[in-house]
């Protein structure tokens, strides 16, 4: 998959730098904004998914079917939003219909849409 096919529920990586020491890691995180929006601009609109056990945030979404999203263990989206270059991301999997579903209602209640 090219960075220029990223569409909203594909999950994909990216590395993250660390704040506070040098260095970074890959993270987790699910495609927000449209395909079309990704290859116009080069950027796209995530959420990040955090481990299952990390401390409960306001509007976090457990990923039932994390395997099959591409993701080896029990995750939640986070919704903490912020954008990254499509060439920095490398897709793993995609969102179930059912966790595609809870997400788009999580984004709702966020966003008042």
């Known amino acids: 998959m090219s960075d220029a096919s990223l569409s909203p529920h594909d999950v994909a990586v990216v590395h993250v ?19 079309e929006a990704n290859k116009a601009t080069g950027v796209a609109v995530v ?28 995750c939640k989206i986070r919704m903490k939003l912020y954008t ?3 060439a920095e991301l490398t ?3 995609r969102l179930q219909t059912a966790d ?6 999580g984004l709702r209640r966020l966003l008042a849409l």
Do not use: C, N
């Open 17 to 35: 730098p660390f704040i506070e020491r040098e260095g970074g890691r890959k993270r987790p995180v699910v495609i927000l904004s449209s395909q």
């Open 100 to 105: 595609r579903s809870a997400l788009t209602s």
């Open 91 to 93: 897709p793993v999997g």
């Open 47 to 74: 959420a990040m998914i955090t481990r299952g056990d990390a401390p409960a945030w306001h509007g976090d979404m457990t990923i039932s079917h994390y395997e099959e999203a591409g993701l080896r263990k029990p």
């Open 84 to 86: 990254v270059e499509t």
